[in-house]
């Protein structure tokens, strides 16, 4: 089958099946006389395995490791598993920073009256100079770029 194909029954676009190509996630596949890619069922079922992996929010490299270990029929479980264990606690910490940010927002608006006037204590806190700024503790405090925002102090 065409790439087109393999896209559409993998569920990943053709552009991302030629980037996995190039960074030797999925090994190259034969190519007819006129150079167009062709897939045949074992390529589609690493497709649909990378797939998988990336629904689970497992990262690239990650992912590369899995498919070694499941291709690799005399694996350690342990390996997998403890790739497995590093998802999760990778999702818990960004669960935990989702709920973070989602109660700094809520204790925001809770503070916005909402009313016609043009005072907004949520925009002045976005744009940090808010007077009184609105308590969080440190980890409601949402992060920027990887760094937790500073908590503020209440008035």
């Excluded at 606690?89 to 927002?105: F, H, P």
Aim: with cysteine.
């Amino acid at each position: 089958m065409n790439i087109g194909e393999a896209a559409r029954d993998s569920g990943i676009t053709a552009k991302m099946i030629r980037y996995y190509e190039s960074v030797d996630l999925i090994p190259p596949v034969q190519r007819t006389g006129a150079g167009y890619r062709t897939y045949d069922e074992r390529d589609l079922d690493t497709l649909r395995f990378i797939r998988r992996a990336r629904d689970f929010g497992v990262p690239m490299d990650r992912v590369k490791l899995l498919v070694g270990l499941w291709q690799d029929k005399n694996r350690p479980s342990r390996e997998v598993k403890a790739i497995a264990l590093r998802q999760v606690a990778e999702l818990e910490a960004r669960i935990s920073e989702l709920r973070a940010m989602k109660d700094a927002m809520a204790e925001l608006a809770d503070s916005c009256r909402g009313d016609g006037l043009p005072d907004c204590p949520i925009l002045r806190d976005l744009e940090g100079s808010s007077p009184a700024p609105i308590h969080a503790s440190p980890a409601a405090r949402p992060a920027v770029a990887g760094k937790r925002l500073a908590p503020r102090r209440t008035a």
